[in-house]
């Protein structure tokens, strides 16, 4: 295998405010020794996901929060280099919550994300994004809480994201009038001329509810949220009797040390007799047979474009992080930190 040593990025505080590369430790330590029924696993790709912000604190959620000296948790795509469990051999590629170092001894089952091979056809990337819990997230948000109808109107926030540019390319397939909001001229225009979004609006340089009331005179239908904060309470103000409002994330909060008042125009869900509903991906698990074939499906088709933004180096894990917050990230972020080992299986 060429080394015994396994490095670590850790939490090391939970976060005040806007997270902070020194609220993670680096350390070194020993690579755990195999037990019957176990495998290794070099990590390759790590993902990168908005709420990992919220898996930091130390407060009650769907899952428990990482705690203070445990490595940090994501997501992964790795390489078996070493097995004693038969279902899984040297050489196979898999995707697990393996976390933020080099190593993993696992059997497969438990944590974030139990292991899942590979099929060699499937470039390595693709199930931390587009085939992973971002156009899963998409898929079921879109389609179980939007259900979006052919002809309606639907406007995505943070369009330009891995989950964004999903759901509102899913919205096109099944008919619907797309509009996203994104920010910066780069982002738009990948909107707009890969993913076909009908119309984009640039929040950083255009008034976000004045152009929503002009690109949506008939009103929203579906509003698919991952900012929350004036982005929301812009949309509110823009609803279509009986509009959907799907809560996918609230990237514009995760950061505030005190959490600022909830949206003014609240009162709209009331006069247009419309329904605001959150969801959590892990409720889908045992639907995720289903949606991923069809994902990949629309993939080779060309009906779903996606991007991954691909950072290199263990030692950036930090760094590469923020850049969720810094609205840096273009499609899926990642990080790479190794080449297979092995041949793939």
């Known amino acids: 295998m060429g080394t015994t040593m396994n490095r670590q990025w850790l939490l090391a505080t939970r976060p005040k405010g806007m997270v902070k590369e020194s609220d993670f430790r680096y350390q070194e330590s020993p690579i755990p020794e195999l037990s019957d029924g176990q495998f290794l696993v070099r990590v390759l790709y790590v993902a990168f996901e908005p709420a990992m912000r919220g898996w930091m604190e130390d407060r009650a959620s769907y899952i428990p929060p990482i705690q203070l000296g445990e490595v940090m948790r994501a997501v992964c795509v790795g390489q078996v280099v070493e097995s004693k469990h038969p279902s899984f051999q040297p050489g196979d590629c898999v995707t697990g919550g393996y976390g933020w170092q080099d190593y993993v001894v696992t059997n497969g089952r438990g944590g974030l994300m139990p292991t899942t091979p590979i099929p060699r056809d499937v470039p390595l990337t693709m199930p931390l994004s587009v085939l992973g819990i971002t156009g899963l997230t998409a898929y079921f948000g879109m389609l179980d809480v939007g259900k979006p109808q052919a002809g309606e109107t639907v406007v995505v926030s943070g369009a330009a994201g891995a989950t964004g540019s999903v759901a509102g390319q899913i919205a096109k397939i099944k008919g619907c009038r797309v509009i996203g909001i ?103 698990a045992s639907r995720f047979g289903e949606a991923i074939p069809e994902l990949a499906g629309w993939v080779a088709s060309g009906q779903i474009k996606y991007q991954e933004d691909i950072q290199e180096g263990f030692e950036n894990a930090p760094k590469v992080f923020l850049r969720l917050f810094e609205g840096k990230n273009i499609g899926k972020q990642l990080l790479k930190i190794a080449d297979p080992p092995l041949a793939r299986k």
């Open 182 to 284: 994104a920010g910066g001229a780069q982002k738009c225009q990948w909107l707009t001329k890969e993913a076909h979004f009908d119309a984009v609006i640039d929040y950083k340089s255009e008034p976000v509810e004045k152009r929503l009331k002009e690109l949506c005179p008939n009103g929203i239908n579906i509003f698919f949220d991952n900012v929350g904060g004036d982005i929301l309470d812009a949309a509110l103000a823009n609803l279509a009797p009986k509009a959907r409002i799907v809560l996918c994330g609230g990237i514009s909060r995760y950061n505030e040390e005190e959490l600022p008042p909830g949206p003014k125009n609240y009162f709209a869900l009331i006069l247009q007799r419309a329904r605001m509903e959150g969801f959590i991906l892990i409720d889908y």
